[in-house]
C-alpha cells in the first residue's frame, strides 16, 4: 500500500513569493491534515479535511494562507507571499476516519521543507 | 487551554529500558498518543491510550494515568535504530478534539 506522498521535498523562495504544496493522502482515506513542524517542536495542525470539507482550520493564517482539498482525494497548500518566519517542515497526515472513529492513529507523509530566505 | 510537558532529552545504553514521561493539562482530556521520529523522517504512530493502565506492543508500552494526567511510554531491549524523537500528543475537547503535540524527547542510545 502506497503511503502518503507530497511534493516537493524540498523548496526554497525568496521572501514576499508564492509557493504551493501538494499531497496525495492514503488511498480511502477521508480524513486529511495540514500541520507546520518547526526544528525541535512537535507538529502544529494548520487544517483538518473530512473529504472535501475543511472541518478545523483554526489555526490557519488565513491572511496567507489558503487550502483545498478537491473531490475529496488530493490536497494543496499555498501561502502567499511567504514570510522569513514561514520557514519549516510542512507535513501531510491522513486517517482512514474522523475523529468519532476512536483510536488516533495518523499517517504522515515525508513532508516538505520549505526554507524562505 | 492545554500544556504537554516532556523531557527534552533521554540517554540510554543498548539493550537497557528507559521511559519517557509526558504531563499533560488539558479539558475534556480523551486520548493520549505517542510517535516517533527520526531525524528528517516522518511521525509514525506507535501507540494510543484512552483508558488507565498499560498498553503493550512488542519492546514498546505505553501507560496512562488518567487520574494523574500522566502517561509514559517504555521501550525495552533498546536497539541504536530506537533513536529518535519521541513525541506524546493529547486530543481533547478543548483543542476541538485535534492532536496537540509536546515538544518531543530526543532520546539518545548509547552502545
Known amino acids: 500500500e502506497a503511503g502518503v506522498v507530497q511534493s516537493p521535498r524540498y523548496k526554497i523562495i525568496e521572501k514576499k513569493q508564492p509557493v504551493a504544496f501538494w499531497c496525495n493522502p492514503i488511498?480511502?482515506?477521508?480524513?486529511l491534515y495540514w500541520y507546520l513542524q518547526n526544528l525541535g517542536q512537535g507538529p502544529e495542525l494548520l487544517i483538518r479535511?473530512?473529504?472535501?470539507?475543511?472541518?478545523?482550520d483554526s489555526q490557519l493564517p488565513k491572511d496567507r494562507f489558503s487550502a483545498e482539498r478537491l473531490k475529496g482525494v488530493d490536497s494543496t497548500l499555498k501561502i502567499q507571499p511567504a514570510e522569513l518566519g514561514d520557514s519549516a517542515v510542512y507535513l501531510c497526515?491522513?486517517?482512514?476516519?474522523?475523529?468519532?472513529?476512536?483510536?488516533?492513529?495518523?499517517?504522515f507523509g515525508p513532508g516538505t521543507r520549505l526554507t524562505v530566505l | 487551554g492545554q500544556s504537554l510537558e516532556q523531557p527534552s532529552e533521554v540517554t540510554a545504553v543498548e539493550g537497557a529500558i528507559v521511559q519517557i514521561n509526558c504531563t499533560y493539562q488539558t479539558s475534556g482530556f480523551y486520548g493520549l498518543s505517542w510517535y516517533q521520529q527520526h531525524d528528517g523522517g516522518a511521525p509514525t504512530f506507535l501507540s494510543y491510550n484512552a483508558l488507565d493502565g498499560l498498553e503493550e506492543t512488542g519492546r514498546f508500552s505505553s501507560f496512562l494515568s488518567r487520574s494523574d494526567s500522566y502517561g509514559y511510554l517504555l521501550l525495552q531491549e533498546l536497539q541504536m535504530k530506537d533513536s529518535a524523537s519521541y513525541f506524546c500528543?493529547?486530543?481533547?475537547?478543548?483543542?476541538?478534539?485535534?492532536?496537540?503535540w509536546g515538544a518531543g524527547t530526543k532520546l539518545i542510545i548509547k552502545p
Open positions: 497526515a491522513s486517517s482512514p476516519r474522523g475523529l468519532a472513529g476512536g483510536g488516533d492513529e495518523q499517517f
Open positions: 500528543a493529547v486530543r481533547a475537547m478543548d483543542s476541538n478534539y485535534q492532536l496537540i
Open positions: 479535511y473530512e473529504n472535501e470539507e475543511a472541518v478545523d
Open positions: 488511498s480511502g482515506h477521508n480524513t
